[in-house]
C-alpha cells in the first residue's frame, strides 16, 4: 500500500468514526445520456428528424436522487414538472423501456446485491442480483465538486445498452447496392455489448461506499461518473436531515434475474424493431 492509499483509508476511517448509527444522506445528481441516432433510408422529413432529436434529448436528461447510510441505499428519478404547451409531466418518456438504469434502484452494499424495480412497456418487473464489482484503480488527481474534494478512480466496466441503429432502420434494411451487405446489416443484433472505461470522482469526506446508479465500492461517496456516452454529476448534497427517510427494498412486481430480465427486454426490442420496420410503429402488443 503506498501513501495515496493509506491517507485515503485513514481518512475514510477517521471521519467514518465521528458518524452515528441513524447517519443518512441525500444526494441529487444530474444525468446527461447522449444518443447517436441513425434513422438510415427511412424518409423522415428533416424538421421531424430534429423534433425527435430534441425529445429524446430532453428524455436523456434526467435528475435523481440518492437516500443513503452506511449500508442501503435507494436511487430515484425525480419527476419532472409540466411544461406550459408540452405532453404531460412525470418522469418523461423511458424509449423502449428496457434500460437496466431506468427503474428504482435499491442498493445492499453489506449484502452485495440490489432490487430494482422496472416497467417494461405497462409491466412491472423485480430485477434482484448480485452488485457488480468494479476493479477500481484509484488516482491522486482531485477536483472540487461543491464544497468537496473528489479523487479520481477509473475502472473497466462491460456494458449491454439497446442499438438504436437496429431499432430505427427502416423495412427492409439498410439496404445497399450490395443485397448481401444490406442483408447483413438488416441482422445487426438489438444489443451492443462492449467494454468501456468508466471515470469517478469520489469523497472520502463522505466515508460510504454508496455512488449512483449501480456504482458503488469506492472509499467514499461518488460524486461524479461518466462512461462513452452517460455522465452523471451531484448537484446537492444533504447530511443528517431533519426529518430522515426510511430506505426500502421495492417489492412490487415479477422478480426475475438480471439475466432473465435482459432476455425479455431483447425479445420486446426485437419485437419493436419489426414494428419499425412495417411502419407500423407503436409498442407492440404489449404481452409477455
Not at 16 to 24: C, I, K, N, R
Not at 158 to 180: L, S, V, W
Request: with cysteine; charged share 30%; proline share 4%.
Amino acid at each position: 500500500m503506498n501513501k495515496f492509499h493509506s491517507f485515503l483509508l485513514m481518512l475514510f476511517v477517521g471521519t467514518a468514526t465521528l458518524m452515528s448509527q441513524d447517519f443518512q444522506g441525500k444526494a441529487t445528481y444530474q444525468s446527461k445520456t447522449q444518443v447517436n441516432m441513425d434513422f438510415g433510408n427511412r424518409q423522415i422529413p428533416e424538421d421531424r428528424k430534429k423534433e425527435m432529436l430534441e425529445r429524446i434529448k430532453k428524455a436523456n436528461e434526467k435528475t435523481y436522487e440518492l437516500i443513503f447510510n452506511q449500508t442501503e441505499s435507494i436511487y430515484e428519478e425525480q419527476e419532472k414538472l409540466e411544461q406550459p404547451g408540452g405532453r404531460g409531466g412525470g418522469r418523461g418518456p423511458r424509449f423502449g423501456g428496457f434500460s437496466s438504469s431506468e427503474g428504482d434502484l435499491y442498493k445492499n452494499i453489506k449484502e452485495e446485491k440490489y432490487l430494482m424495480k422496472n416497467d417494461l412497456f405497462g409491466k412491472i418487473f423485480l430485477v434482484e442480483d448480485s452488485l457488480e464489482k468494479l476493479d477500481w484503480k484509484l488516482e491522486s488527481e482531485t477536483r472540487q465538486i461543491g464544497n468537496y474534494t473528489a479523487f479520481k478512480a477509473t475502472a473497466v466496466k462491460t456494458i449491454k445498452r439497446p442499438n438504436m441503429r437496429a431499432i430505427f432502420r427502416g423495412p427492409g434494411g439498410n439496404r445497399g447496392e450490395d443485397d448481401k451487405e444490406g442483408e447483413e446489416e438488416n441482422q445487426e443484433e438489438e444489443f451492443i455489448i462492449k467494454e468501456v472505461e468508466v471515470v469517478a470522482w469520489y469523497t472520502p469526506e463522505i466515508p460510504v461506499n454508496q455512488g449512483p446508479g449501480s456504482y458503488w465500492g469506492l472509499p467514499g461517496l461518488i460524486l461524479a461518473v461518466s462512461d462513452d456516452i452517460t455522465t452523471i454529476v451531484c448537484s446537492q448534497i444533504v447530511l443528517n436531515p431533519a426529518e430522515k427517510v426510511e430506505i426500502k427494498a421495492p417489492s412490487k412486481g415479477k422478480k426475475v434475474t438480471q439475466e432473465e430480465y435482459d432476455t425479455i427486454a431483447q425479445e420486446k426490442t426485437k419485437e419493436m424493431r419489426e414494428n419499425f420496420r412495417n411502419r407500423g410503429g407503436g409498442r407492440g402488443n404489449g404481452r409477455f
